[in-house]
């Protein structure tokens, strides 16, 4: 029952804040705004406006919907909703930040039609509205014992203003945000149902592959498609270059291949096998790039390398002259792909008139954007609808595939879906920066922190964020950061930069706390109790009460300080994308390899919408940062990768995931923050801190696997 | 191209393709079944996991040629309606985040459990080996196949 006890707000609600006319409703099902349409019978569909990656938004976001709506789960269906900027806000997944930034705006659609249908029922009855109360899709009239259905008012309903201010449900009064509620797609899914890009068809469709250069600084210099053109279903070989002279894009448009040869036919065999075939000269154009020369070049700038000093407290100089001791190790990263687990692809069909695309694409409005540039169509004439995504983790981000397919289908005249094989996908570029980074720690005669020293570099840009802990609770604090160039692409990947520095940073403190004879969790209590109390400087971006709120959680959990005989445990704590994090790893040792019993987390995300699927989220977030921790590498000769498929390139698997995670959320009411990628960043620290327990050895370079004594430095199994 | 009648979930299906066309693809594009998931057409990923007879395979290395009469299984045929244990485990377990493999991973299983009604933790982490979740789902795969192995007994 709801009543009294929420709060106002003032309406301004820029998309969707017309009503939809009652001429452009179809029959019997009434939209009442952007976000919903209500049946005759009380079925509502709520339309889940952001892309699904896995993250599980296409859930959660509706649950907030029919949360301040006031209907029963079981009453909604959900539809993924293409893109629509007149619509919807923000039809973007990346940083974590469709839940808290959609937050306000599902709440109020929700809140608002709750709003107009009461109003509805109202002028119906001749009753005031503040007499009238709503549960699961029926509005009451308590005094007169009347009711109705949603579905019975819904089509008066739709015929109402949008109000301008709504009441909002006090979260205690939550009877939907807080239950766990199944994947929506989840039987769809076990069934093996169409929901991916790549399951997409479409009648006269042929199916296109694309060829890009086979290293970086190389492009294409002339091919020979003769007999291609003549092999069975090939209909078509084609160049495409998205990247013309003088176009200048969106970010999205990172792509070190703007021009592709592309086969064109009819199944996907038939055309894997041609581009096979296919006879290409390629010239190099720029200098073709070794790993050793990153690993030098990184070394060189942390070495001797003068930096950007984004942030400098105090003075680090003089602090560190006077130390009674001075720790400092240096932390490094491959390069690494994304690997999501269905390649990228995308579906479009292009006319002289319009171009409709369909596909998976974490940013569907910098596509259409690119798209209508590049084909010189209005907007309004470039349509992206979304299928559910096998995995993002920020590669598709860039849309280079979906703007192929646009190219591709022009250049054909027929609508086409471009298919990446798994070499294309892992060989074509956009990864994760190979990072470098050395931090320096000053410790006093009491074992007190009195300086650090954080100094970063990686291909493109430092993973180091200046204003992050320790900054804040330290006097003397300086960040230095350098970057270098490549014609190797990078971009974002899960937890962009934290998902390295976050690792390097928590097992450099764990050294600092070793070198102080410190508790590790003491150490940086301490640290934080500092940052509460006499903060340094004003710019720090984290709340150091959080943050110190997870560890302390983590450390009750676990029992940390028990001793459990076989059982080496390293910790560590992350802020990123607005929560908080923090980890224990209970590492065992058996068949003398190193296996990660159980990760205890602790995480502070706000409101948990749905608490099932985001421990599902914060599980995933810890078996991907050990994989990529452990195993994943990228390495390079002569501009091209070495690996290119799973049998030389290793993710994590059943086997190497940890036995058992155990999470804890903090329940404090806070507005939701962001989840999809907190949980990674940590685990590589609490990773390497327990590998350091059981070994007396710190791991300063990812893959751990790849560190030549890795194995012989395990100790024997019992 | 050679003419091939396939014995499909329990159905014989006509299909024209070149004797090398891999199941996966004759099964995606010829039969238009799209649940079997294309993710690295080397056999390492277990994506394309389907079964002949009651033995799982990686339908992206066995070439139409090859197959003759065995019975194949794909996700569509392992139930007619998602009521298979292990899918209504996995349910039970909200497992998918992508999704993407899942299909492949139940496949995977339900060779595994007709071999192994009553598969071990480490049977379980072995026979699961082979097939890869990009999104780390592991733990509830596990525990799923748990769930229905005592569902099944
Ligand atoms: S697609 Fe067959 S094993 Fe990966
Ligand atoms: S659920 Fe995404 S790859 Fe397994």
């Known amino acids: 029952m709801l009543a009294g006890g929420g709060f106002m707000l003032g309406f301004n609600w820029q998309a969707g804040a017309t009503a939809v006319g009652l001429n452009e409703v179809p029959e019997d099902f009434y939209a009442i705004n952007a976000f919903l349409k209500i049946a005759k019978d009380g079925t509502v569909t709520i339309m889940s406006p952001n892309p699904e990656i896995g993250q599980n938004v296409k859930t959660s976001m509706p649950m907030i919907v029919a949360e301040e709506l006031d209907v029963s789960w079981d009453q909604v269906k959900v539809k993924q909703a293409g893109l629509d900027t007149e619509k919807y806000t923000r039809q973007l997944a990346g940083g ?65 203003q949008i109000p301008e201010e709504v009441l909002l449900k006090d979260p205690a009064d939550f009877k939907i945000i807080g ?82 040869v592309a086969v064109v036919g009819e199944t996907t065999w038939q055309v894997l096998k041609a581009k096979r075939a296919l006879e290409i000269e390629w010239e190099t154009t720029s200098p073709l790039e070794n790993s050793e020369d990153h690993e030098k070049g990184m070394q060189e700038h942390i070495d001797a390398g003068e930096g950007a000093k984004d942030r400098v407290d105090g003075d ?6 006077s130390a009674a001791k001075i720790v400092e190790s240096t932390y490094t990263a491959p390069l690494v792909p994304h690997n999501t687990m269905e390649p990228m692809n995308f579906f479009a069909d292009v006319t002289a008139e319009k171009a409709e695309l369909v596909g998976p694409i974490q940013t569907p409005e910098n596509l259409r954007t690119t798209v209508s540039n590049l084909l010189g169509l209005p907007q309004d004439k470039v349509s992206v609808a979304l299928t559910r995504m096998g995995g993002g983790f920020g590669r598709r981000l860039y849309g280079n595939f979906g703007v192929e397919a646009a190219l591709i289908s022009k250049a054909v005249q027929a609508p086409v879906k471009v298919v990446y094989t798994r070499e294309d996908d892992m060989t ?140 080496y445990r390293g910790v560590s704590a992350y802020y990123c994308h607005n929560s908080y994090v923090a980890q224990v790893v209970d590492l065992v ?41 452990m195993y994943g590498a990228l390495s390079f000769k002569d501009g091209a990768p070495e690996q290119n498929n799973f049998h030389s390139y290793r993710l994590i698997r059943n086997m190497e995931a940890p036995k058992e995670i155990e999470t804890f959320f903090v329940d404090n009411g806070i507005d939701p923050t962001g989840l999809g990628e907190p949980s990674l960043p940590p685990i590589s620290g609490a990773l390497a801190n327990a590998f350091a327990k059981a070994t007396g050895k710190r791991l300063y370079t990812q893959p751990f696997t790849g560190i030549p004594d890795f194995f012989d430095i395990i100790p024997a199994s019992g | 191209m050679a003419n091939y009648t396939l014995r499909i979930n329990g159905e014989l299906r006509q299909v024209d393709a070149d004797p090398d066309t891999p199941m996966l693809w004759v099964l995606r594009d010829h039969i238009n079944l799209v649940g079997t998931k294309f993710g690295c057409g080397v056999g390492q990923c277990g994506a394309c996991t389907i079964h002949l007879g009651d033995v799982a395979v990686r339908s992206c290395s066995v070439p139409v040629s090859s197959v003759g009469d065995q019975q194949v299984t794909t996700i569509e045929g392992l139930s007619s309606d998602g009521s298979h244990p292990l899918q209504q485990a996995w349910i039970e377990h909200d497992v998918p985040q992508c999704g993407y493999c ?15 009604p009553d598969p071990s933790d480490s049977d379980i982490e072995q026979g699961m080996n082979g097939n890869i979740c990009r999104c780390g789902t592991y733990v509830r795969i596990r525990a799923a196949i748990k769930t229905a192995a005592e569902t099944s007994r």
């Open chain 1, 96 to 160: 974590s930040q469709s839940i808290r930034l959609g937050w306000k705006s599902l709440r109020m659609a929700g809140a608002t039609a709750r709003r107009m249908l009461i109003q509805a029922a109202a002028n119906r009855w001749g009753t005031p509205v503040s007499e009238l109360s709503t549960e699961n899709g029926r509005i009451m009239h308590a005094r007169t014992g009347r009711s109705v259905s949603y579905g019975d008012v819904a089509e008066d309903a739709s015929a109402l």
């Open chain 1, 179 to 260: 239950t766990s509620r199944k994947n929506v797609d989840g039987s769809h899914i076990v069934q093996g149902k169409p929901l991916f890009g790549l399951d997409y068809k479409k009648e006269g469709m042929l199916t296109a592959m694309i060829v890009h250069p086979p290293a970086f600084g190389m492009k294409l210099k002339s091919i020979d498609d003769a007999a291609v053109r003549a092999m069975p279903g090939i209909s078509d070989v084609v160049i495409i270059n998205a990247k013309p002279e003088g176009f200048s894009g969106t970010w999205s448009d990172t792509n070190a291949f703007p021009e592709l």
């Open chain 1, 316 to 321: 680090t100089a003089a602090a560190f002259s």
């Open chain 1, 428 to 567: 074509q570029g956009t990864y994760r920066p190979a990072y470098k980074v050395k931090y320096r720690a000053a410790l006093d005669e009491d074992n007190t922190l009195i300086a650090f020293e954080v100094k970063g570099t990686g291909i493109h840009g430092s993973p180091v964020f200046s204003n992050r802990y320790p900054a804040g609770t330290v006097d003397n604090y300086l960040a230095e950061n350098l970057r270098m160039d490549s014609n190797i692409s990078t971009g974002a990947w899960r937890a962009p930069r934290s998902n390295f520095i976050a690792g390097a940073e928590q097992a450099f403190l764990d050294e600092v706390a070793e070198a102080a004879g410190k508790d590790p969790i003491e150490f940086r209590l301490e640290l934080f109790r500092r940052a509460m109390s006499n903060p340094v400087g004003d710019e720090n971006d984290y709340d150091p009460a959080r943050y110190a709120g997870v560890l302390e959680l983590v450390r009750d959990k676990s029992n940390w300080g028990e001793e459990m005989p076989g059982v």
């Open chain 1, 589 to 629: 040792v058996e068949n003398n390899l190193p296996r990660v019993k159980k990760v205890w987390c602790a995480v502070d995300c706000g409101i948990v919408v749905n608490p099932d699927a985001a421990l599902n989220q914060v599980e995933g977030g810890i078996v991907d940062g050990i994989g990529h921790a």
């Open chain 2, 102 to 116: 899942q299909a492949g991973q139940i496949m995977n299983a339900a060779a595994l459990l007709k071999q192994n």
